[in-house]
């Protein structure tokens, strides 16, 4: 299973330290930014399974960060001072799953991290291969962040192709599981899902066919 990624949104840096360090030896993978804009840009470009994020930002302030953090899927935990009642009110209309006020003690801090990722079932239910991110309780799947309708049908046939990746999967076999339907020979149907999922999903090079077998989703070490 992949670690569990945290982006830290904090620019005092020893917060950021303490943040860091903590997280890291729950064993989470952490990345820091110091700025909106370096968040902005860790967004774009990583994929993140929580960000924390501090409300006063050089740059840009975690207001306008947030519903950027969750159009990347990204559940928020906001960083606050304990004063501002006001700012924890308006993190959590935006979105915010919850908020943490500083100072903070460690205990609280982990036990709130893991709440949110086991409330967005971060824990059990994702399935993770190059820029694909499916969660297979809420069937929502994301290419580089974005979200990308597929039928039910095309869901079922990615998850297959995910949960046996470099393994050649028989039309057969893909047909009685997703269409849970005995298979008659008829290749038109499975075939033309997996052009379309191909095409949705950017798979051209990699959901390749396997002659006289059916399809192989290679792994992502073979692209
Ligand atoms: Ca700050």
């Known amino acids: 299973m992949s670690p569990i990624r945290i982006l830290i949104v904090e620019d005092e840096v020893p917060i950021s330290r303490l943040l860091e360090t903590s997280l890291t030896q729950a064993g989470y993978q952490c ?9 902005a840009d860790l967004l774009e470009t990583q994929r993140f399974d929580l960000v924390l994020l501090d409300v006063m930002l050089p740059g840009a302030d975690g207001f306008e960060l947030l519903p950027y953090a969750r159009e990347y899927g990204a559940p928020v935990i906001f960083i606050t001072a304990r004063s501002d009642v006001k700012d924890r009110v308006r993190g959590l ?13 460690i205990e609280e801090l982990l036990a709130r991290v893991e709440v949110v990722l086991r409330r967005g079932h971060k824990l059990a ?4 291969s190059g820029d694909i991110t499916v969660d297979t309780e809420a069937r929502t799947v994301l290419r580089a ?15 297959l192709f995910l949960k046996n990746q470099g393994i050649a999967l028989y039309r057969q076999t893909l047909y009685e599981r997703v269409w849970q339907d005995p298979f008659e020979g008829d290749t038109r149907t499975v075939d033309l899902h997996v052009q379309r ?10 959901l390749v066919a396997v002659y006289k077998v059916g399809y192989r989703l ?6």
């Open 31 to 39: 990345t820091c930014a110091f700025d909106g804009a370096g968040c």
């Open 93 to 105: 209309k935006l979105g915010a799953e919850d908020y943490i006020t500083k100072p903070f003690s």
């Open 125 to 128: 239910s994702r399935l993770v």
């Open 145 to 159: 962040g974005r979200p990308v309708e597929l039928t039910a049908k095309e869901f079922d046939l990615l998850v």
């Open 197 to 206: 999922l191909r095409r949705k999903l950017g798979l051209e090079g990699r």
């Open 218 to 223: 290679l792994k992502e070490e073979e692209t």
